[in-house]
């Protein structure tokens, strides 16, 4: 039986790196492709939250430079070509990206492991911050709980899309 536990080669690129910008790069293009096709769907946005989805694998990978850079700009580009995010929700996206990104890249280190359980921690995170942060900023614990209530299939995606991928990566 093949262990569902790897370790994981770490990467701590650096901003002074050219590779840091071409790996983010790519894992950008990911962000802002899933959430154009997301976006098909009524409502494919909230309820997969696609935003995140490559911010994690980049920062459990790769580290909190491409992590965070990834975390960064993903929305920005996305809402400066599509108007997706709205500009008036950039904030508290910006607050769970980068919560993602640094969470993850922490868990990463601190496991050098990919297990089912150190994504789902990474995911689990990054959304009880991000909605307390939302509640606090927006004082509506409805918004605040929609990526969960709303957004568990993108939160289950997440987790299992993330772990099979960052597994692949592992090959690589």
Not at 54 to 81: D, E, I
Not at 106 to 117: G, H, P, Q
């Amino acid at each position: 039986m093949k262990s569902t536990t790897s370790s994981v080669a770490l990467y701590q690129l650096s901003y002074n790196q050219l590779k840091t910008y071409l790996v983010a790069a790519l894992f950008i293009v990911g962000n802002i492709a899933l959430p154009q096709l997301c976006h098909l769907m009524p409502q494919g946005g909230l309820i997969f939250l696609p935003i995140y989805f490559f911010t994690l694998v980049a920062a459990y990978k790769y580290g909190f430079t491409v992590g965070l850079t990834t975390a960064v700009l993903s929305p920005l580009v996305n809402s400066a070509l599509f108007g997706m995010p709205p500009a008036a929700a950039l904030p508290i996206i910006f607050i769970k990206s980068v919560t993602l990104a640094v969470v993850a890249a922490l868990i990463a280190k601190k496991t050098n492991k990919v297990t089912l359980l150190t994504v789902a921690l990474a995911v689990i995170a990054y959304q009880l911050i991000g909605s307390l942060a939302e509640w606090a900023m927006t004082g509506s614990i409805d918004k605040a709980s929609q990526d969960i209530i709303l957004g568990w299939p993108g939160c289950l995606i997440q987790i299992v899309g993330g772990y099979a991928i960052l597994r692949y990566l592992l090959k690589k």
